[in-house]
């Protein structure tokens, strides 16, 4: 079985660009987490996907946007990139049905560089 | 207060040891508690998945929640090169998905 897919693997951006980053979860997997992991705040968690509707959000601005599609492949952008967001961003799937906790399983990130 | 807090790394080892690592949590209420493993330039990976409190062991690691401490621990016996990576306490600690990550713990196994 395929694992968490993300597109593209690295990233160089300039201030002020925006990027859309992509995420393909695990075949029969419904929700969709986005997280953000730098080597000072470590990983965050940034907002969640599941049918389509967002079910969660962490305390990023809201330059940070996500959407899912009925397939289940996830896109976030990021607008107005700033410094700060230089990164690795990572995507999450998990199978419903298995109630609160379910099992995350991470792709391999999209790293991105702002300069 | 943070959510989760991890004990600092680096933490080098011996080829063999026990490994200790661990995290405290501030809310009575967190019920799951998972530990990652991630090697350099890779995305986490999930070790060890507990709910509530109790110990739970996979192989050559061990999984212990203390509710009463909110104290959880990751034990990795005879330790080896392979486990050499960053490891990280997971809680989840809202609705859905939403996961709260200790800071990670950078593990060196040497020969």
């Known amino acids: 079985k395929a694992g968490v897919t993300q597109t593209p693997r690295y990233l160089i951006k300039t201030r002020g660009q925006q990027v859309t980053l992509s995420c393909s979860p695990i075949s029969g997997h419904r929700s969709v987490s986005w997280y953000q992991q730098t080597p000072g705040q470590g990983l965050q968690f940034l907002f969640e996907y599941f049918s389509e509707t967002q079910r969660n959000k962490g305390n990023f601005p809201g330059r940070f946007s996500g959407r899912q599609f009925s397939n289940s492949r996830s896109e976030m952008n990021v607008s107005t990139l700033e410094l700060g967001d230089s990164a690795l961003y990572l995507c999450?799937?998990?199978?419903?049905?298995?109630?609160?906790?379910?099992?995350?399983?991470f792709g391999p990130g999209t790293r991105l560089l702002v300069l | 207060q943070k959510e989760v807090e991890q004990d600092p790394g680096p933490l080098s080892v011996p080829e063999g040891a026990i490994v200790s690592l661990n995290c405290t949590y501030s809310n009575s209420a967190f019920q799951y508690f998972m530990w990652y493993r991630q090697y350099s330039r890779k995305g986490p990976e999930l070790l060890m998945y507990?709910?509530?409190?109790g110990n739970k062991e996979d192989g050559r690691f061990t999984a212990q929640v203390d509710k009463s401490s909110k104290y959880i621990s990751l034990f990795i016996r005879d330790s080896q090169p392979s486990d050499s990576a960053t490891y990280l306490c997971a809680v989840l600690t809202g609705g859905g998905n939403k996961l709260t990550f200790g800071t990670g713990t950078q593990l060196k196994v040497e020969l």
């Open positions: 507990t709910y509530s409190s």
């Open positions: 999450a799937s998990s199978r419903p049905g298995q109630g609160a906790g379910e099992t995350q399983y």
